[in-house]
């Protein structure tokens, strides 16, 4: 089995800088992409960012600039480092990842249980 565990969401004044953490673990051959959705109340899903295993990154236009993912292939971890937080960035964090659990098997999705962010004073 597979397991994405995240961490670092909560109550945030607007202007903050909280770090998301998303870890891997379990059944994993090796990990293609991960990334960070998003979603607010009485709306659909949205991607935040997203990397490969090689670093490259792309960002929802309403993040960009302010939002930095990151990786750490070794430690099968996703990071994304929040800057100038805005009422409406206000929303549950989803981590994904898609993923070869073992050598052979179909490249999958696997997604966290996400952690609450509230942008408010």
């Known amino acids: 089995q597979v397991q994405l565990v995240e961490s670092g969401g909560g109550l945030v004044q607007p202007g903050g800088s909280p770090r998301l953490s998303c870890a891997a673990s379990?059944?994993?051959?090796?990990?293609?992409?991960m990334g960070w959705y998003r979603q607010a109340p009485g709306k659909e899903r949205e991607l935040v960012a997203a990397?490969?295993?090689?670093?490259?990154?792309n960002y929802a236009d309403s993040v960009k600039g302010r939002f930095t993912i990151s990786r750490d292939n070794a430690k099968n971890t996703v990071y994304l480092q929040m800057n100038s937080l805005k009422p409406e960035d206000t929303a549950v964090y989803y981590c994904?990842?898609?993923?070869?659990?073992?050598?052979?098997?179909?490249?999958?999705?696997?997604w966290g249980q996400g952690t609450q962010v509230t942008v408010s004073s």
């Open positions: 379990g059944s994993i051959f090796s990990i293609s992409a």
């Open positions: 994904n990842a898609a993923l070869y659990p073992y050598l052979g098997a179909n490249e999958s999705d696997y």
């Open positions: 990397i490969t295993h090689g670093s490259r990154t």
